[in-house]
């Protein structure tokens, strides 16, 4: 569909601004609605002078305007959470908050007209079930509510429940997508995340730290591929009231990325093993595994990721070459 409106909440994010930027390159116009909290204005830079962006610095949960972005879009793009392992443990009130809450408060905006909202969510929702490859319907395995990194999970699962309720009882036409771990450029180390981590500390000739035994395996997508798959999702009818997976399928270790990592860029930093009670909190619990089965993805809209995992480190290196160290 050429020249939609579409607002993008969380568009200055990660995610949020290269799927700004694609939505941007193929000739729609954005509004971003993102409260800068773990997003940044430069993230925008390359597109901040089109004519078809708006650039909208609030919080999804106070934003007045909000109602009236949601009425003026013909796509809304609800990318705007509390994301990462380190942030959720540091702030559980506002992980929860944000992401419920903001979800609910687009989901009502959009139900007025019935706009079409395309909700972020994430393979946590699968929790510690280490089925491989996960399937959409299977189950989410979570764990006790005095462990607060649940709560990221729980929070993105009642954002798939209401959105889901929405679509079912309300008519919004609502799709939801998986991300696993979605890595490239903008992504930042200081919430968790594992490869802006390794590069960084790479690049630094510090210590890349594999927490555990690094035996622990994920399947990491490239934000271009994400970004394809979200669009692609965001324009088939056959994908409303659906939840997908959007992943790669390739499962590498984290022993096995912190020696990819180290090699690509060059690096003669020391490989160490981090018991995750110093890493994180006591009695962490991490994921052994976690790969996608993307049949329902590529069966829906003929997808399949097209960047390898080098290609998207060499990215990554290079973008973080010359900037400060690990953050
Ligand atoms: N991890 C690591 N070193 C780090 C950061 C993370 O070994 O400096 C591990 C982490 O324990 C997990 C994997 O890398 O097993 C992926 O972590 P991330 O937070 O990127 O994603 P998630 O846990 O949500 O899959």
């Keep these: 569909m050429a020249g939609m409106n579409t607002l993008v909440t969380g568009g200055a994010g990660f995610i949020g601004s290269h799927l700004t930027e694609a939505l941007l390159e193929a000739g729609h116009a954005v509004a971003v609605v993102d409260d800068l909290s773990t997003g940044r204005g430069e993230n925008l830079a390359a597109v901040a002078g089109s004519a078809r962006l708006r650039a909208h610095w609030a919080s999804i949960l106070e934003d007045e305007r909000l109602q009236e972005l949601v009425d003026e879009a013909d796509v809304v793009y609800h990318l705007a959470a509390a994301v990462g392992v380190r942030l959720i ?75 889901l309720a929405y679509h079912r009882n309300k008519g919004v036409p609502v799709v939801i997508v998986r991300y696993f771990n979605t ?46 798959a979200t669009i692609g999702l965001s324009l088939d009818s056959r994908a409303v009231g659906e939840v997908f997976n959007v992943g790669s399928g390739r499962e590498i270790t984290i022993n096995e990325l912190a020696a990819r990592v180290r090699d690509l860029a060059g690096s003669r930093s020391e490989i160490v093993h981090v018991p995750y009670d110093r890493a994180y909190e006591a009695g962490f619990e991490d994921l052994r595994r976690r790969v996608p089965d993307v049949t329902k993805l590529r069966e829906t809209i003929d997808f399949s990721a097209e960047v390898d995992l080098d290609t998207s480190l060499r990215k990554i290196i290079g973008f973080y070459r010359g900037k400060p160290g690990p953050s």
């Design 89 to 163: 443990l540091e702030r559980p009130v506002e992980t929860i908050e944000t992401n419920i809450l903001g979800t609910d408060r687009v989901l009502r905006s959009a139900a007025k007209e019935g706009k079409k909202v395309v909700i972020a969510s994430t393979s946590e929702v699968y929790g510690k079930n280490d089925r491989v490859p996960l399937r959409e319907d299977d189950d989410g395995v979570l764990g006790p509510t005095t462990k607060s990194r649940w709560s990221y999970a729980c929070s993105k699962a009642i954002d798939e429940f209401l959105g």
């Design 183 to 228: 890595i490239g450029p903008r992504q930042i180390g200081r919430y968790g995340m594992v490869v802006p981590r390794f590069v960084q500390q790479a690049l630094a000739g510090e210590p890349i730290t594999v927490f555990g035994d690094g035996h622990q395996s994920r399947s990491f997508t490239d934000v271009a591929d994400a970004v394809r």
